[in-house]
Nanobody, 118 residues
Framework: QVQLVESGGGLVQPGGSLRLSCAAS????????MGWYRQAPGKQRELVAF???????TYADSVKGRFTISRGNAKNTVFLQMTSLKPEDTAVYYC????????????WGQGTQVTVSS
């Protein structure tokens, strides 16, 4: 069993910054990639940022230049540094862990709320 725990969400004013953290624990044999997704009310869950074990990065166009994803020294952690936040960034942010293909299913965290409002 694998557990993902996110932290760092909260209320921030437009233009502000937040740093989200995600730590994975449990029976983790290997990790192909970790990423962040978000879901706003009434919308589908969407990719925010993704990082593979080889260091390949993927960002949604809407966050390029404002958000930065990184892995911790402990490879079971992932961070999302968010700057220049906008009201449209308001959503529940979810951490995802992707094992190598055909090894195990992906795992999701419970989510952390980010609200950007004045």
């Amino acid at each position: 069993q694998v557990q993902l725990v996110e932290s760092g969400g909260g209320l921030v004013q437009p233009g502000g910054s937040l740093r989200l953290s995600c730590a994975a624990s449990g029976s983790i044999s290997s990790i192909y990639a970790m990423g962040w997704y978000r879901q706003a009310p009434g919308k589908q869950r969407e990719l925010v940022a993704f990082i593979t074990d080889g260091g390949m990065l993927t960002y949604a166009d809407s966050v390029k230049g404002r958000f930065t994803i990184s892995r911790g020294n402990a490879k079971n952690t992932v961070f999302l540094q968010m700057t220049s936040l906008k009201p449209e960034d308001t959503a529940v942010y979810y951490c995802k862990l992707v094992p190598p293909p055909a090894v195990a299913p992906s795992y999701w965290g419970q989510g952390t709320q980010v609200t950007v409002s004045s």
